[in-house]
């Protein structure tokens, strides 16, 4: 490897560089995430980060360093570390919340509670920093005066390693904690320096777990789950991938579950197995099979 890296913007300048193209594609492979050609500069930007830590001078070595041993599997995660984007903050759709707590969980409680078993199973995938699933630990501490014999267990992934990192440590600046009312940041929350750090009754039930969405073993373990939370993630698919990680959720959810995905997202043309619900300002999925389903079905 040559130790002075020089970066050239040509590479994503006319036809796009091969060797870009080539990592494009693996990328695509590995994780679903796609980078049309509009996207490639930001790509090669990611791409010249790692170059520069590694000091390697061309798209070709960097290449070789994803693909053959000793440094694939490593240099592979820390480029997805780099590639994805993981905008996020506590209560981000508060319409979303609303329909958990006041129509969804009484449902899902009535359909669960002649089982010997009283558990609740919440999916938060693609979690990024933490904020979305210890929002629903919250959510569920708020509820747990009514159904006190349950149990909830929140599962929370994300392909990101650092972003886990960051999660596990559950600390938070006030940019994520912004839409915390006072109440709850008194109920839930901690200080350390500047910062707000989540308490361990709410981080207790909360589990996080490197998963790859497009690792078709790893996705199909993620069984019987009653709400699986995917919001703003799908966005970075293409139409196939997209389509391969919804046909898990349906297998990966109850009968009488419900599957979030982002406001602005929708499985219009990409499965025809789910239906649609509408809430007061959100919506939901449901399997076609769900008997019971709250909210307006469309
Ligand atoms: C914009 S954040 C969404 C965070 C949260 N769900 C929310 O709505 O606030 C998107 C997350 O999806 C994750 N992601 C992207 N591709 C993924 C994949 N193939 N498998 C798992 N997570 C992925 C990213 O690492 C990032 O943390």
Redesign the pocket.
């Known amino acids: 490897m040559s130790a002075a890296p020089v970066y050239s913007l040509s590479a994503v300048d006319g036809p796009p560089d091969p060797e870009l193209v080539r990592i494009r594609d693996l990328i695509y492979q590995v994780?679903?995430?796609f980078h049309p050609d509009t996207k490639l500069r930001l790509l090669f930007d990611r791409c010249a980060r790692r170059m520069k830590e590694l000091k390697v001078s061309s798209l070709r070595e960097y290449f070789t360093c994803l693909t053959l041993e000793p440094t694939r599997q490593t240099e592979l995660i820390a480029l997805?570390n780099e590639i994805?984007?993981?905008?996020?903050?506590f209560f981000?759709?508060q319409p979303q919340l609303d329909a958990v707590r006041q129509i969804i969980l009484p449902k899902i409680v009535a359909a669960k509670a002649r089982l010997p078993i009283r558990r609740l199973r919440i999916w938060?995938?693609?979690?990024?920093?933490g904020?979305?699933p210890y929002t629903l630990s919250m959510l569920m501490q708020e509820e747990s005066q009514q159904p006190h014999d349950w149990t909830t267990e929140i599962f929370a992934?994300?392909?990101?390693e650092r972003?886990l990192a960051h999660a596990r440590n559950a600390t938070y600046s006030a940019y994520s904690t912004r839409h915390v009312t006072p109440l709850y940041q008194q109920r839930y929350f901690g200080p350390v320096g500047e910062e707000l750090q989540v308490q361990p009754m709410v981080r207790k039930c909360v589990s996080f777990t490197r998963?790859?969405?497009?690792?078709d073993d790893r996705m199909t373990s993620m069984k019987a789950m009653d709400l699986i939370?995917?919001?703003?993630?799908l966005?970075?698919?293409d139409l196939t991938?997209k389509r391969r990680?919804i046909e898990h959720f349906y297998k990966n959810l109850l009968p009488h579950g419900y599957l979030f995905l982002?406001q602005t997202e929708s499985l219009y043309h990409v499965n025809d197995q789910f239906r649609l619900i509408h809430f007061p300002g959100a919506t939901a999925y449901v399997r076609n099979d769900h008997s019971e389903a709250g909210g307006q079905g469309s």
């Open positions: 994780a679903g995430i997805l994805t984007i993981g905008e996020t903050c981000r759709c938060s995938a693609g979690c990024s920093t904020e979305e992934t994300d392909l990101n972003s998963l790859n969405l497009s690792d939370f995917c919001c703003n993630v966005i970075y698919f991938s990680v982002g």
